[in-house]
């Protein structure tokens, strides 16, 4: 099986802007969840989507976003970037029901300056 | 709310020595469930082992192993005959599954420098 796939790899985008990250998870996972992270913070919870619903948010203003397609694929968007948002964002898949260990994916580098 | 707290930032270990991470966490659940997850510096995050919160008996998997003590809400992964390849970030993770979805906690990660 495919592991879970991230696209892009890496992002440079300037203030202000805006960005979108992909994630595809692996075949039969309907669970995908977003994660931020930076040095010292860890990995901090963005947001889970199970079957094209929102299950589960973290404390993220609400610039950040995202959705589920009807194949598990999943989108996070980022508007009116800021600096504080350069991190690594990982995307991790899962069942989705039970204990669902998490896969994650390689991760998409985002740079803003 | 349950906090994961790995108050080592940075270990190094020499190649063939055995090393301990530790993991502390805080809960009012009793049935969870507990990583250990490794992130080489390639970046993409594998787990490592996972415990079962209602399991007295400890994981283990190969080198890997932990002690878990429930009462002291303690989570440490030990690596026994350390290689190379285990130079990554370590990170401890607690999840606890409710009402139809379920929450992850990640610890903020040991760095762990295996020395030839």
Redesign the interface.
Known sequence: KA?VTQTPRYLIKTRGQQVTLSCSPISGHRSV?W?QQTP????Q?LF?Y?SETQ??KGNFPGRFSGRQFSNSRSEMNVSTLELGDSA?Y?C?SSLG???????????TRLTVT | AQTVTQSQPEMSVQEAETVTLSCTYDTSENNY?L?W?KQPP??????VI?Q?AYKQQNATENRFSVNFQKAAKSFSLKISDSQLGDTAMY?CAFMK?YS??????????TRLKVLA
């Open positions: 592991g969840s994660y010292g913070q860890g990995l919870f889970e199970f299950r589960n690594l990982l991790a029901q039970g204990l669902s260990e998490q896969y994650f994916g390689p991760g | 469930y990583f997850y390639s970046r993409q995050m594998i787990l996972r079962e990170f599954s139809g979805t379920y929450k992850y906690i990640f610890g903020t990660g």
